[in-house]
């Protein structure tokens, strides 16, 4: 008998199509949650690629400026990367800034992350206030703060330069920390601190040698955030520099003549440095896991 005359056939070749038309769009549907991801990550990198790539491009005739048009490989502007009046300092000026900023930022918000985490009301009074502040913090525009900063230093007859400049990037880094941190500490066990207690360890000696351990991959998380923010901030900086002009608002000046080639050489340096800084701190983490 053939199979077209056979009802049952029939009926088994129906059942077992929805099947194998599921596991097709089961197999599709898991394929485009990695493209697109690899999408973003392209889109967020390619930016960057690009300044790498021209920070090796050759400059033809005139001065030396960064042009699109590729005129061939060349390692001349890494040899000279010193050689541009003011851009150096500038830069070395964004390290130094980053660097306290980060340091300060992340002792004043590992602490605070502590004292939320540890401390409720009536012990910590204001306790809801202090949140609502840092969270006001991060979603307050960054031209909102230099200009009231500005209004501020002003009115108390305050020099702008290198000591704003680190009060600013303190002000808008505690935040990210103390966040950070705070959700590392979102699982911590209170009885490791405990158990250092009953053998006699002091307040100071759990915390620097149990507490801190535990939550170090938080606060490097957080040091990084804090240095990231503070190297590429440009709204702020330009409120308050004064004198001391950090390396983005430098580049901000510099695009109304041209752009030295250099300038690709200290943002790859950059970028280069702060993708070790995350390798470091990943590696960090999982050793402490």
Known sequence: MSVL???QASTATVQAAPPSAHKRRRHWGRAVLPTYSWLVIAYLVFPIAIMIMYSFN????GQPLVSFSWNGFTTEWYQKWSSVPGLTSAFWLSIRLA???TIVATILGTLLAVALVRYHPPRFRGKTVVEQV??????APEIVMGASLLGLFVTLNINRGFLTLVLAHVMFSIAYVTVTVRARMAGFDRALEEAAYDLGATPLVTFMRVTLPLIMP???AGALMAFALSIDDFVTSN???GTSVPFP???YGATRVGIPPQVFVFGAA???VGIGFAVLSIVISKKKV
Not at 58 to 61: A, E, F, T
Not at 134 to 139: E, G, K, M, S, W
């Open 270 to 272: 950059i970028f280069t």
């Open 58 to 61: 050759k400059v033809v005739g």
């Open 218 to 220: 938080g606060v490097l």
């Open 249 to 251: 608002v430098w580049v």
């Open 99 to 101: 660097v306290v900023a």
């Open 239 to 241: 409120f308050l520099s």
């Open 134 to 139: 840092l969270f006001l913090n991060i979603a």
């Open 5 to 7: 005359g056979d009802p």
